[in-house]
């Protein structure tokens, strides 16, 4: 039967709007590709092999799922997008571009231009560019976290979808769904095989993360050749294992094939879903394929022109957006992405009338402010010459502001009976599987993950506590890096911080941790020195809004200073002060430590004073809050003039003579410890109120040893 012609006119211009739209499609891909190409080649440094292989997945996943509003990067419950494999950041530029994401301040406020103009993408890699070599989170408005170490930004997508689902389960009230965001990682060969990627999926595994996605760029080509060389299991498999729901896309270029993949992921309710895509890493000309090198240097004029050739491209235009492209690209994330978040905001509008407590603790925390009246129950401790370890000091300290700071959450790699990092007031509760609410997390034996899920986390707006035992810091490193990167306030506390933690020996006693960790630009380390200057280092922690910081604690009791007898401890926020001695009276020795030394420094001292020696005590809980200290107070508390000096802490000397000076005497940790009780130990290594006072004469006889 002949359809009515009407019909046969209708269907003929579906097809047509199908082909133009196919058209589109290709276009905004190709858009991609080129403007990756073009801004490698202009750098003369970068990679376009992954945004070239990705861009269709990337395209498909933008344009037809993420909801995410470009007016509005910043709102709430948008859809994450994190670029694991920051290598390829010309492909998050290139989408930042095409999706026409407003800029805004740090704030939030839009400052009326592109988060990525087209002549920003011209600058890639240059100095000043917001195209940076890797995404930087707060250098360019949209990137979610930074990216380039392989494996963080899979550890991060993790923190961001516990975020997602912990909001979810304080927030959410019924009929106001204000946090159901998904949370996309794009993942490279280098990214599952970092360690860090494979714990931190083998959390969001155990808790079941069903609003997280990891796409897999499986292309088997990674810098020294094919994967072949170095990595053979079945990684869908081990997935599997995981917990993790696996799907497989056989071609990159297949967008309904993609699309298929993420409903399928978007159905999935309980559990992560890892999508495989095969992709073949973007080449030039065809003699170049299955060459492992060429995806990570730029093209060169005439692979350039042979690949846009074979795109369909004008071969000799440079960083060109076709007609129509911004229409389609930014138009579908404006139509989807501006309704949803209209809708949220009438929804949180509403919310904000019938639950104000829980909107007004919203607005602080997207503020990056504190709840009121947070430390209006920190403890203050008396004078104990028995004494109380630091890191017990810190559990009364972290329960007594946790119960007022709603959004505070977190946990140990394990270690929370010695850590005392448990959070044991009523209701803290566990966050588990189904409970997502609670306050306690246990991030397993997993010290890698722990920190670049808390990343995730706090790019999220929470505000996460890691802890562990100061020794593993170095299985953390690279997220603490990478917090002071950012400029975001994740807290890292360690515990067992020296050769003081006695019979567990040199292979946990720290010794260059604290040199190394205080070597990290833009980062607050404290190692407070009694219950009290732990309870004020919690208060400067906590205060702070845009620097990681580092808590330094002991296993072993150390004395609660008298601060009747002693200055305050809220000296502590000023880095360093004169704990002891008359701070207006030139001494004739200072004696200067941190933490568990400083109580042998004010033995030493009252020694010192009782033979009539003018001494002072300078407690350096803060280095570098001490360094950002006007020269004024600074000179104060150190003056110029007094060179006899002893220095005291149970660590490497890296740094000390910065502040013992050319003649001081730095007492110091000069090999690894070793494995005896407290006592043993610490007289060997010379950690004793004799050999400090000792020290202390020598200086004020001129004796350097
Ligand atoms: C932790 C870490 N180690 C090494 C590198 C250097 N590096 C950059 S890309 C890359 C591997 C590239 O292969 P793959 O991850 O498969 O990405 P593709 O080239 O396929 O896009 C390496 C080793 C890095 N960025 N991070
Ligand atoms: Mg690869």
């Known amino acids: 039967m002949t359809p009515p012609p009407s019909d046969v006119a209708s269907r003929q211009s579906a097809s047509s709007q199908d082909d133009a739209k196919a058209n589109l499609d290709n276009l905004a891909i190709n858009t991609i590709r080129t403007l990756a190409i073009d801004a490698v080649e202009k750098a003369d440094s970068g990679h376009p092999g992954l945004p070239m292989g990705m861009a269709p997945v990337a395209y498909t996943l933008w344009t037809r799922f993420l909801r995410y509003d470009p007016a509005d990067p910043n709102w709430p419950n948008r859809d994450r997008f994190v670029l694991s494999a920051g290598h390829g950041s010309m492909l ?54 930074t990216t380039g170490p392989l494996g963080q930004g899979a550890g991060n997508s993790v923190g961001m979808a516990i975020a997602g689902l912990w909001l979810a389960a304080r927030y959410n009230r019924p009929g106001r769904k204000l946090f159901d965001y998904d949370v996309f990682a794009l993942c490279s060969d280098g990214d599952m095989m970092e360690g860090v990627a494979s714990e931190a999926a083998s959390v969001a595994g155990h808790l079941r993360l069903s609003n997280l996605c990891w796409i897999y760029d499986d292309n088997t080509v990674t810098i020294e050749g094919h994967t072949e060389l170095a990595f053979s299991e079945d990684i869908a498999e081990r997935f599997r294992g995981y917990g993790w729901s696996t799907l497989r896309v056989d071609d990159a270029n297949d967008c309904e094939a993609i699309a298929r993949a993420i409903d399928t992921f978007k159905a999935t309710d309980d559990r992560p879903t890892l999508i495989v895509v095969k992709s073949v890493i973007g080449y030039g000309s065809p003699n170049r394929q299955g060459t492992s090198k060429i995806h990570s240097d730029p093209l060169g004029a005439e692979e350039i022109r042979l690949t846009k050739a074979a795109y369909g491209w004008p071969v000799d235009a440079q960083f060109l957006v076709p007609d129509g492209v911004y229409d389609h690209f930014a138009g579908a994330m404006r139509e989807r992405g501006g309704k949803l978040r209209a809708s949220w905001q009438a929804s949180f509008d509403a919310y904000g009338g019938e639950h104000a407590v829980e909107a007004d603790d919203l607005k602080t925390m997207w503020a990056g402010g504190l709840p009121e009246g947070w430390d209006s129950d920190i403890p203050s401790f008396a004078a104990d010459p028995k004494g109380v370890a630091t890191r017990d000091a810190s559990a009364k300290v972290l329960n007594a502001i946790a119960p007022h700071y709603p959004w505070l959450l977190g946990g140990a790699a394990d270690l929370a009976p010695s850590t005392k990092t448990h959070l044991n007031f009523e209701d803290a509760g566990d966050l588990e599987f189904r409970t997502w609410g609670g306050r306690n997390m246990h991030f397993g034996v997993r010290e890698h993950a722990m920190g670049s899920i808390a990343n995730g986390m706090v790019l999220s707006k929470l505000r996460p506590f890691t802890a562990t035992f100061l020794i593993f810091s170095d299985y953390m490193r690279p997220p603490m890096r990478l917090a002071a990167l950012m400029e975001v306030p994740t807290v890292f506390a360690f515990t067992h911080d020296s050769i003081g933690l006695g019979q567990d020996g040199p292979t946990h006693q720290s010794i260059e941790q604290l040199a190394g960790l205080r070597a990290i630009p833009h980062m607050r380390l404290f190692r407070p020195a009694d219950a009290n200057e732990t309870a004020e280092a919690w208060r400067a922690i906590l205060s702070e809004t845009e620097k990681p910081c580092i808590l330094v604690l002991t296993r072993q009791a150390l004395p609660v200073v008298d601060r009747n007898r002693y200055a305050s401890a809220a000296g502590v926020a000023r880095g360093a002060y004169v704990l002891a001695g008359d701070p207006g009276e030139t001494p004739q020795v200072i004696l200067m430590g941190t933490g568990s030394e400083v109580s042998l420094a004010v033995e030493a001292f009252e020694r010192l004073t009782k033979e009539g020696v003018k001494a002072r005590v300078v407690s350096m809980p803060s280095w570098d809050l001490c360094e950002e200290q006007d020269k004024g107070y600074r000179d104060a508390v150190l003056p110029p003039s007094v060179t006899a000096r002893v220095s005291v802490e149970a660590a490497a000397p890296l740094g000390w003579d910065r502040y013992a000076g050319r003649s001081g005497e730095i007492i110091a940790m000069h090999s690894f410890g070793a494995s005896a009780p407290i006592g043993p130990v610490m007289k060997k290594f010379g950690f004793t109120a004799d050999h400090v006072y000792e020290a202390a004469r020598r200086q004020i006889e001129g004796l350097k040893q």
């Open 92 to 145: 998050l530029y290139a989408l930042l571009h095409l999706a026409q994401v407003q800029r805004t301040d740090k704030e939030g406020r839009s400052l009326g231009q592109l988060a990525v103009s087209l002549d920003d993408i011209k600058t890639f890699r240059q100095l000043g560019s917001v195209c940076a070599g890797h995404p930087e989170h707060g250098l360019t408005t949209g990137v979610e976290t």
